[in-house]
């Protein structure tokens, strides 16, 4: 079974602050996905990273997946209160077609403060 | 035009109970899932349907039974519902199951079962 161990699971920072978010394991994945999600809406996929090392940014958000594909991190520059939500890696699991089926990491809920 | 719905959006009932969610989703997508999500967040797979046939199934107590009478409805059907199904259930979508890499998948806005 493969896992995803998301850090820190609770983050609360002010308007303006820069924050990481860590999603690791010991497992290869052949991608990996970041998906926010709203209280009372479902999460809606913000990226996908394929290549060891591959780092994508998203304005203010930079992903970067693990030289080894086995971790991913979410950068967030001046975060906002927008960027409140929980947000959620998932992984395909590597070795074959993964037949619709995405491990998810337990989630980080980030609250920023105006 | 909303993508992957669900109804109920809240659900709440007795112990023993018999309940049905249902899921529509428009994109024109192949493959449709059922998720759990706990109190914790956290979000796992129960089911995957693709064109009406089931792909996976996790292990779930078979109170469950999804149908799929076609490939743009997914319908969740739980009998004798227990305390800890209390949860919030999506469901989802994407374009197939047959992936080496993860497409993406459009979630609902999920139905929250609240079992007294």
């Known amino acids: 079974t493969q896992l995803l161990e998301q850090s820190p699971q609770f983050l609360s920072i002010q308007e303006g602050e820069n924050l990481t978010v860590y999603c690791n394991s010991s497992?290869?994945?052949?991608?990996l996905q970041w998906y926010r999600q709203e209280p009372g809406e479902g999460p809606v996929l913000l990226v996908t990273?394929?290549?060891?090392?591959e780092v994508k940014k998203l304005k203010r958000l930079t992903f970067q997946f693990g030289d080894a594909r086995k971790d991913s991190s979410l950068h967030i520059t001046a975060a906002q209160p927008g960027d409140t939500g929980l947000y959620l890696c998932?992984?395909?699991?590597?070795?074959?077609?993964?037949?619709?089926?995405?491990?998810f990491g337990q989630g980080t809920i980030l609250t920023v403060h105006p | 035009d909303t993508a992957v719905s669900q109804t109920p959006k809240y659900l709440v009932t007795q112990m023993g109970n018999d309940k049905s969610i249902k899921c529509e989703q428009n994109l024109g997508h192949d493959t449709m899932y059922w998720y759990k999500q706990d109190s914790k967040k956290f979000l796992k797979i129960m089911f995957s349907?693709?064109?009406?046939?089931?792909?996976i199934n996790e292990t779930v107590p078979n109170r469950f039974s999804p149908k799929s009478p076609d490939k743009a409805h997914l319908n969740l059907h739980i009998n004798s519902l227990e305390l800890g199904d209390s949860a919030v259930y999506f469901c989802?979508?994407?374009?197939?199951?047959?992936?080496?890499?993860?497409?993406?998948?459009?979630f609902g806005p999920g139905t929250r079962l609240l079992v007294l």
């Open positions: 989802a979508s994407s374009s197939s199951w047959y992936f080496v890499v993860a497409e993406t998948q459009y």
């Open positions: 998932a992984g395909a699991p590597a070795g074959g077609t993964s037949y619709g089926k995405l491990t």
């Open positions: 497992s290869v994945f052949s991608s």
């Open positions: 349907y693709n064109n009406k046939e089931l792909i």
């Open positions: 990273v394929v290549t060891g090392g």
